[in-house]
């Protein structure tokens, strides 16, 4: 089986690698980061949604290009190498996954169609404070018409224009989609180690809202939700990981010691041995989630929780051992390590802690081997 991308996915991925070391390097990044008032790149956004990459796994009824998933796992990796400052993943992968597994025709008919336009910024709420979510744990109702309840952290909260939220409906959970731009919601911005991506508290006074699928299918569709989204965040992990050791080995290259590139020494050689070995592991579990992903396998579930470890594991390491690889230097808010540190420890949790992943790992396992 043939688990790598075909020449046209290739040749996106070289285009969107292009693109993006053009519209989002480094000084776009830090421009989102130093500006207390900024929470993203407007014109990147706007540039992004020009290209039809927001619509890129949207079906063409609903305006999108039609690509397929595949297509959306390469965007992901580059949108990771390139730190990219805008909420792709809170829409592409979350907002519009939940569209599509839960909305009604109309729904998607209404909504999907500005998604691939960037008029519609998504989130995905479920979270109501520390700890993983449970299906006891949900306190914001939903009563059929109007939303009451508080959601936080809400991964770009603070500029989203609609969200998909998980609330308590009647004895059992429901998602519901809400437009965030009515007075009956109001926001509240978090500070978190990277503000490259924002986050908000959102609160909920009876806001009108409509329900996705069938009342009681909340937890599933969420978890469903999830597992998608793990699996494209795992890419945009992998990206950032390769770019992190891209980085470090150009700087031990580059960079000498009693005569010597540092590169020659064997605790570097290590360092970047090591950071190579998690990638690829990541990254073949990454490509294992993109076929399971693309496919609707059975083995969907399975294939995310281990792509998901994998990933939030090796950029972990690739990021923390590419500020050691650098030194001294490598501490310094002059040099890019500390951004790429920051998006690592930001995604590790954007979908669930490791930890949560990881029970979730085992879990699916013995379950598919005690089949």
Not at 145 to 173: C, F, N, W, Y
Not at 194 to 218: I, K, S, V
Request: glycine letters at 10%; a negative charge; charged letters at 20%.
């Amino acid at each position: 089986m043939n688990f790598d991308f075909s020449d046209e996915q290739k040749q996106l991925q070289d285009q969107a690698r292009r693109f993006l070391s053009e519209r989002s390097d480094r000084g776009v990044v830090r421009s989102v980061l130093n500006d207390a008032g900024k929470s993203f790149d407007k014109d990147l956004w706007t540039a992004v949604a020009e290209m039809g990459w927001l619509g890129a796994a949207i079906p063409e009824e609903f305006g999108g290009l039609g690509l397929g998933k595949l297509e959306l796992c390469v965007l992901a990796e580059e949108m990771g190498r390139a730190l990219a400052p805008i909420p792709f993943s809170s829409t592409a992968y979350f907002f519009t996954e939940a569209l599509l597994k839960g909305g009604s025709q109309a729904q998607k008919s209404a909504v999907l169609p500005q998604v691939a336009e960037g008029g519609v910024i998504g989130a995905f709420a479920i979270s109501e404070g520390p700890g993983a979510p449970a299906p006891g744990s949900i306190q914001t109702l939903f009563d059929g018409s109007v939303l009451t309840g508080v959601k936080i952290p809400v991964t770009d909260g603070d500029i989203a224009t609609h969200a998909v939220v998980l609330a308590r409906e009647g004895q059992s959970l429901s998602l519901v989609l809400v437009d965030l731009r009515q007075e009956a919601v109001t926001r509240e911005t978090l500070t978190t180690l990277d503000p490259t991506r924002g986050h908000a508290r959102l609160t909920f006074r009876g806001a009108r809202a409509e329900r996705l699928g069938a009342a009681g299918e909340g937890w599933d569709l969420a978890e469903a939700v999830l597992d998608r989204a793990a699996v494209l965040i795992a890419f945009e992990q992998v990206g950032g990981a390769q770019a992190c050791l891209d980085m470090a080995v150009d700087y031990a290259k580059g960079r000498y010691a009693f005569s010597r590139q540092i590169a020659s020494f064997q605790a570097i050689k290590h360092k970047l041995a090591d950071m190579y070995v998690a990638i690829e592991v990541a990254r073949s579990n990454t490509y294992y989630g993109a076929w399971a992903l693309s496919t609707d396998a059975s083995e969907l579930p399975l294939a995310a929780a281990a792509a998901r470890v994998a990933a939030c594991d090796a950029y972990y390491l690739a990021s923390k051992e590419n500020i050691q690889t650098h030194g001294g230097m490598g501490f310094t808010w002059e040099v890019d390590c500390h951004l790429f540190y920051r998006r690592a420890k930001l995604l590790s949790v954007q979908a669930g802690a490791p930890g949560v992943w990881k029970e979730k790992l085992v879990r699916r396992l013995e379950t598919k081997n005690a089949a």
